[in-house]
């Protein structure tokens, strides 16, 4: 599992590499770092999505941007923090069932 991460890592920064706009790889990239338990760089990637307006990422990208953030911070036993970027992912998608999940966790 861990040679797939690093395999994903190695694709989303070759995507990136060629557009750096392409949010689908920036999450994926998050997304790989957070499966590798480094909150901290999936973290600057996630924050990457979520603090796009709406006229340059989508509602589901920002709002899975803030669902992932919220992952983040539970893996790091924040719950408080992890509730406010789950709450901001409900006010952006309020039926995302990921951020409901979730929040029932936190």
């Known amino acids: 599992e861990l ?3 690093k395999t994903a890592q190695r694709y989303f920064r070759m995507a990136l590499h060629a557009d750096r706009k392409h949010l ?15 909150a901290t760089r999936a973290m600057a990637e996630f924050e990457k999505v979520s603090r796009l307006p709406a006229s340059k990422a989508s509602a589901a990208q920002r ?9 983040c911070w539970l893996s790091q036993n924040k719950a408080a923090h992890a509730r406010a970027a789950l709450n901001k992912a409900l006010a952006i ?14």
Request: hydrophobic share 40%; charged share 20%.
């Open 3 to 5: 040679g797939q991460h």
């Open 24 to 38: 689908d790889a920036t999450l994926g990239l998050g997304r790989s770092y957070l499966s590798l338990r480094d």
């Open 63 to 71: 709002a899975a941007a803030h669902v992932e953030l919220g992952r």
């Open 93 to 106: 998608d309020p039926n995302n069932a990921s951020a409901v999940k979730l929040l029932s966790e936190a």
